[in-house]
């Protein structure tokens, strides 16, 4: 594991790496940036969260399922707008990115956020694609499923996530930002520490159990882990808030944040692992392929190695 650290320590925009296995943190490091246990910036890494408190809002039956339409939630929206496709978009299609609705990610993202209302803007823009077909990557789509979850459980995403996500896995989950409406952003900004990342993915690695507590339904999670779509961007396949891919002949999934933030899990070594890098300034495309890179290439050898 050394060589992985040494070649992590090149990655100029490389905040910090976080090797664990079987749960245990076996190896750390911070290169820049705040201590391990101090929230930052986890940019989408967030929509694999909100997903995590969409399984478990179903699971307690407080939303029906993915099948459930979002119009319901929105009819002071659905009765001003044109298009009648908005009727058959699920909760489904915000997770997988199939809903068809109005990009707001990339070019998109700051005439968005710059709206009085972030929901008018999404569900009164003309549709660009037919529900549950082209997945169109966009943060709105996980704010339309923060917005559901505020309904749904009678209070905030930020409240739901501390009562049944932070404090079950003993972790810090400050307040972030919000729309014009209250409605927490869904999709961005959150902010976790390294460390609580790799609490996070170790949730997911052992399919919703910390400890002797369930936290997320076992069965959503499986769900989530399943390809139902392609990233026309990247190519990789993608499920309920989580991508799905292969390194090394070794199958993975992993949440993914702008600029760097990565949580890695590849089932069959028992390895997570966590990156956070700088967020500001340009999509550095170069830095992203060397942190996927350094997982092929250094991580995942090592762990094979120390299994003999």
């Given at each position: 594991m050394q060589q992985a650290f040494e070649r992590a320590a090149q990655l100029t925009r490389l905040h910090a790496l976080i090797v664990a296995r079987d749960g245990d943190i076996q190896a750390e490091r911070r290169f820049s940036g705040p201590p391990l246990d101090v929230p930052v910036n986890v940019k989408s890494v967030s929509k694999s969260?909100?997903?995590?408190?969409?399984?478990?809002?179903?699971?307690?039956?407080?939303?029906h399922g993915v099948e459930q339409a979002i119009a319901p939630f929105f009819p002071e929206l659905r009765r001003r707008t044109a298009d009648p496709r908005l009727a058959r978009v699920s909760i489904g299609d915000l997770l997988t990115m199939r809903s068809g609705l109005v990009r707001t990610s990339g070019e998109g993202y700051g005439p968005w956020v710059r709206s009085r209302s972030w929901i008018g803007h999404i569900l009164l823009s003309p549709m660009i694609a037919e529900p549950g077909e082209l997945m169109i990557y966009s943060t709105g789509n996980s704010h339309l499923l923060s917005a559901i979850l505020t309904r749904a459980t009678r209070s905030d995403t930020h409240r739901f996530a501390q009562e049944k996500l932070a404090r079950p896995l003993g972790i810090e989950l400050p307040r972030w930002e919000r729309d014009p409406e209250g409605i927490y952003?869904?999709?961005?900004?959150?902010?976790?520490?390294?460390?609580?990342?790799?609490?996070?993915?170790?949730?997911?690695?052992?399919?919703?159990?910390?400890?002797?507590?369930?936290?997320?339904?076992?069965?959503?999670?499986?769900?989530?882990?399943?390809?139902?779509?392609?990233?026309?961007?990247?190519?990789?396949?993608?499920?309920?808030?989580?991508?799905?891919?292969e390194l090394a002949s070794r199958p993975l999934f992993y949440a993914w944040g702008y600029g760097g933030q990565f949580i890695f899990v590849v089932p069959s070594l028992a390895l997570t692992v966590v990156t956070t890098s700088e967020t500001s300034g340009p999509r550095d495309m170069e830095h992203l392929l060397a942190v996927q890179a350094l997982l092929r290439d250094y991580v995942i050898p090592a762990a094979v190695a120390a299994d003999g």
């Open positions: 969260i909100v997903s995590a408190l969409v399984g478990i809002a179903i699971g307690e039956g407080k939303l952003l869904g999709g961005n900004q959150m902010r976790l520490s390294p460390r609580a990342l790799v609490r996070f993915g170790e949730l997911y690695r052992n399919e919703g159990r910390h400890g002797a507590r369930q936290v997320v339904p076992a069965w959503w999670v499986r769900e989530s882990l399943v390809p139902r779509t392609r990233s026309v961007f990247s190519g990789q396949l993608y499920g309920y808030g989580w991508f799905l891919a």
